[in-house]
């Protein structure tokens, strides 16, 4: 619970009825006039995060970056980038949060650092370096011409376009980046690495953080022969079966526990952010008693709607969706733990994805977050979400900011000849940001984040779209997600109900029951743009704990649009 005083034998797994709020700093509030979102502007927001009913909050990186990703390249895991402030103003902010009960975890990217941090540069410059063997450095392939195109080590493609090799003239070798070519792959099988890496994480968990979110963290094991891979639509190789889960991942996660977290009294929330992850995997990752972390993030329920890479659409099915989602359920049973998300800074907004962001708006944003508070897991909610923000409607290139976007779109049109209006359309849709313009708080004209000129466009419907309108307004998709996280901190059995999936035998219902001692708990949600008819309901005014509709609006016989209905007994 929110607020319990950490003490010496407090090994209670508290993380399980938090609900953790993600903040982007660079567009949650800027202090400075500057632009673009900083520590001492989350300061002034923590009445309202508190308000809403938040326990935990989680920073996206914060450290000194060149930030070519916005962050995921760190060139100095111990400073605080200035962009954002100073070290000083993140125990300030970590001070205010404690003080209020809550708690912050911080983002942990090691799976690469910037090309930029001292280990690489050093790295880079010589074979004799002490941490030479800190990344993955190869030969050119025998018998081609070193750095020229084709030498590469092999033919792993970057997740940001191009190869996965980027030749070093002065070492006269390759490194690896899964990444941009910003960001150098760590070799965890080098042991000093992993040591660097432990002291780092025991260093902030001795200033006072509550835990980690912790970047990609299943691709620090690659197979050692970093061999060849099928081919992929970019004619580069898939190396993710290389990578994705690789031989020794649980022995550095369990390293990692051993070495920073259990030799600590307190306990700390960790979430491995694990694209490709298995529901098997997940669960032994997370099994509560020889798991090595608190949950992992994984991605399938966010995949429904891409085709293989992330850039071809399909349409989403709601069978599939909520077939996915009872599924993990169901896998992760009692034993493991899952993470609840439908949102974050690399994810389109769910409304405009999954929901309808004009005809169904205010429903559809609360039918999705009551499905998702609702399962047994501990729920995450990105900036915005809580009010219904939507995507961004960017007209061209140059709204873009993201690097993976940008890369994309070189790609699109440049190579692949395609018309850069479908590009641009594609990226209206698909673009990590649309998650990533400024937080509405108002409709003022930097929509209350800034005064200045924010870093990238504030979304227009700021005008309508904000807190101060919704704050306090009944009906409101805020006041809506205070009502469902209320009802998570009231009723035992939404933290630890188990969940049984309930066949209506209509598509685009989904349905399903929470059980714990005497309780049940009964969700119904109808997540489409027609009405559908159920099978007579009784419960209705008895029982009913939770709803998005007018109660007196209520038909026994069917539900709305984006109706959903909690019943409680
Ligand atoms: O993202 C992990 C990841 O796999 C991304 O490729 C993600 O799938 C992609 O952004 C979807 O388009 C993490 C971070 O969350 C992301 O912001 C970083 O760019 C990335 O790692 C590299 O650190």
Do not use: C
């Not at 949060?97 to 912050?104: A, D, Y």
């Not at 000849?417 to 509405?440: C, E, F, G, Y």
């Amino acid at each position: 619970a929110p607020g319990t005083p950490r003490s010496a034998s407090n090994r209670e797994a508290w993380w399980k009825s938090a609900v953790v709020y993600q903040i982007y700093v660079r567009s949650f509030a800027d202090s400075d006039d500057d632009g673009i979102g900083d520590l001492p502007g989350i300061v002034q927001h923590l009445d309202y995060l508190q308000e809403l009913g938040i326990d935990v909050i989680w920073l996206s990186p914060v450290y000194r970056s060149p930030q070519e990703d916005n962050g995921y390249d760190v060139s100095d895991y111990q400073d605080v980038d200035p962009l954002f402030g100073t070290l000083e103003d993140l125990d300030r902010l970590l001070d205010a949060v404690h003080r209020r009960g809550m708690r912050l975890i911080m983002d942990l990217v090691v799976n690469h650092t910037s090309d930029q941090h001292p280990w690489f540069l050093a790295a880079r410059a010589s074979r004799e370096a002490a941490t030479s063997e800190w990344y993955f450095w190869r030969d050119a392939r025998p018998g081609t011409i070193p750095g020229a195109p084709g030498s590469e080590p092999n033919n792993w493609g970057a997740s940001f376009g191009g190869s996965a090799w980027e030749w070093a003239p002065e070492r006269g070798q390759y490194y690896l980046h899964l990444f941009a070519r910003s960001q150098p792959d760590l070799n965890w099988d080098n042991p000093d690495t992993r040591e660097a890496v432990f002291t780092m994480m025991n260093w902030w968990l001795d200033r006072g953080i509550d835990g980690f979110r912790m970047d990609v963290i299943n691709f620090i094991s690659k197979d050692p022969r970093l061999p060849d891979a099928p081919l992929n639509r970019d004619g580069y190789g898939d190396g993710m079966p290389y990578f994705g889960h690789g031989p020794r991942i649980r022995d550095y996660l369990a390293e990692m526990k051993r070495r920073v977290f259990d030799s600590r009294p307190g306990s700390y929330l960790t979430v491995g952010e694990m694209p490709g992850v298995t529901p098997e995997q997940a669960r032994e990752f997370t099994h509560q008693v020889h798991g090595q972390l608190a949950m992992v993030f994984q991605y399938e329920h966010v995949n429904l709607d891409a085709d293989g890479d992330k850039w071809t659409q399909r349409r989403m099915s709601v069978k599939d969706l909520r077939d996915t989602l009872a599924r993990w359920q169901t896998a992760l049973g009692d034993t493991g733990w899952n993470s609840l998300y439908w949102n974050n800074h690399d994810q389109p907004r769910v409304v405009s994805r999954y929901g309808n962001d004009t005809t169904y708006w205010r429903e559809s944003a609360t039918a999705l977050a009551t499905v998702l508070h609702l399962h047994r897991g501990t729920p995450y909610v990105f900036q915005g979400e809580e009010i219904g923000m939507t995507n961004a409607p960017f007209t061209g290139i140059d709204d873009f900011r993201d690097i993976e976007s940008l890369d994309y779109y070189a790609r699109a049109v440049g190579t692949h000849r395609v018309d850069a209006a479908v590009a641009l359309d594609t990226l209206r849709r698909r673009s990590r940001d649309n998650a990533r313009t400024p937080m509405q708080w108002s409709a003022a004209p930097g929509a209350g984040f800034t005064p200045g000129t924010a870093w990238i466009g504030i979304n227009p419907n700021h005008s309508w779209l904000n807190v101060a309108a919704q704050r306090g307004a009944p009906g409101s998709v805020y006041e809506y997600y205070r009502a469902l996280i209320a009802l998570r901190h009231h009723l035992p059995v939404v933290v630890d109900g188990h969940f049984a999936a309930v066949d209506t035998g209509r598509d685009q219902i989904y349905s399903f029951r929470r059980q714990l001692d005497g309780t049940t708990l009964t969700v119904d949600a109808n997540l489409s743009d027609l009405p559908v008819s159920v099978d007579r309901d009784d419960r209705v005014a008895r029982d009913l704990v939770l709803a998005n509709y007018p109660r007196r609006r209520i038909d026994p016989d069917r539900l709305e649009p984006w109706e959903v209905r909690v019943y409680a007994r």
